[in-house]
């Protein structure tokens, strides 16, 4: 495998890698939370952050925006969350 990041026990619905920084990965997970992952850090089996936006809400899908500073979600129920991304974790 080229990275292998564990997530628990959570089933990941969906990944994708940043539009602007190639070193990040972000994940949506059947528990409910986004999670951005490093893969250039050496201890890249912690994420480097992680958000449940709505607690025992599947997440199936996530897409970055354009410039890689907001994160779309969409859940099992049809909400739509949207989270933003911190400048110096996004580059």
Do not use: F, M
Not at 56 to 63: E, Q, V
């Amino acid at each position: 495998a080229l990275v292998e990041v564990d997530n628990g026990d959570d089933y990941v619905c969906d990944a994708r890698w940043s539009p602007e920084n190639p070193a990040l990965i972000l994940t949506a997970d059947a528990a409910g939370s986004l999670a951005l992952w490093d893969v250039c850090d050496a201890a890249h089996g912690l994420p480097l952050c992680r958000h449940v936006p709505d607690r025992g809400a599947a997440l199936n899908k996530a897409r970055w925006s354009a410039n890689g500073r907001l994160i779309a979600a969409g859940d099992v129920r049809g909400a739509l969350h949207i989270v933003g991304v911190a400048k110096k974790v996004a580059q």
